[in-house]
């Protein structure tokens, strides 16, 4: 999505710090939005289509346990803001991440994005602005629609005009993120589903979900900013590009892992790309007022 090309010398190679860069705009595009989506006001929004509004940030850091191409350390937070009005849903969200490489550059990617998704889950409009030490680096922006038939189409306004087609069964992050809830409390092991999210460069995703066993209240890790009697489930999630059929031995483009809690809030986040891994974790968690809507 994001593609900024530096000096050969920073991190070991060009090839290397592209691929590197894609995958923090990917980061910043699907899994910030899909995190904060899962605010719900109880279990119960697993039925419907209420959502509660939230301000959560998380602080992230570079997964230590595994190699990174190049990375001594990556250091950043996430602050996510969804509002809810009679319309619709709003996501305002701020992402910024320092990265140290190996040759001495040290650079800060900063992603601003707004998203709005209608209350049946069929329209979406998006606009996603980033960039490298203060300077734009690119933009999206643009809007999709589902029809009767589940299928539906994308144009994107920014970085160039496009437009997609969506096959049958798409499902934007609202909706796609009361299904892993749904899921999770009647003991599904997961599913898979197309996935729009605004994606310029992806388009779509395939997404396979995967459901562990729920966990009970009293186990050990439960976090201090969530209520005791919350259940917890173990999430993880297959990225593949639409290109690629999940069930026929396709590479995902990336992976998200998570612990979902009975009320929809996430915590302990991983997130692994080829090039790096970041950790996360919830350190500040707000509900907002929900409007009255008759």
């Known amino acids: 999505m994001y593609v900024i090309l530096w000096p050969h010398q920073a991190l070991g190679g060009v090839g290397n710090v592209t691929n590197m860069i894609r995958s923090v705009g990917r980061f910043a595009a699907s899994f ?17 289509s209420s959502l509660r509004p939230a301000r959560a940030i998380y602080d992230l850091h570079l997964n230590k346990d595994r190699e990174s191409a190049g990375i001594l350390g990556v250091k950043g937070r996430m602050v996510a803001e969804y509002i809810e009005d009679c319309s619709g849903f709003i996501l305002n969200q701020g992402f910024i991440l320092r990265f140290s490489g190996s040759s001495g550059l040290d650079f800060v990617n900063d992603l601003q994005a707004s998203h709005w998704e209608s209350r049946d889950g069929d329209i979406i409009r998006f606009n996603l602005t980033s960039t490298i030490d203060g300077k734009s680096v690119e933009q999206e922006q643009g809007r999709a629609e589902l029809g009767p038939g589940g299928a539906g189409n994308a144009t994107w306004d920014k970085p160039k005009a496009l437009h997609l087609e969506l096959p049958k069964g798409t499902a934007f992050p609202a909706v796609f993120s009361r299904k892993v809830l749904a899921h999770a409390i009647k003991g599904s092991r997961g599913f898979e589903t197309p996935l729009f999210d605004g994606s310029h460069e992806a388009g779509y995703y395939l997404v396979s979900i995967f459901i562990g066993d729920k966990l009970a209240p009293d186990a050990a890790g439960h976090h201090k900013l969530l209520a005791k009697t919350l259940p917890r489930w173990p999430i993880r999630m297959a990225y593949y590009s639409r290109q690629d ?19 929809g809030v996430t915590d ?4 692994d790309y080829p090039e790096f891994g970041l950790k996360g974790r919830l350190v500040e968690l707000e509900y907002l007022d929900q409007p009255s809507c008759e």
Do not use: H, K, M, W
Not at 32 to 48: E, H, I, K, N
């Open 32 to 48: 910030l939005l899909l995190s904060v989506f899962l605010f719900s006001s109880s279990v119960v929004f697993a039925q419907t």
């Open 245 to 263: 059929q999940p069930n026929r031995g396709g590479v995902p483009e990336f992976e998200i892992g998570y612990t979902l809690y009975g009320d």
């Open 268 to 271: 302990g986040l991983t997130l």
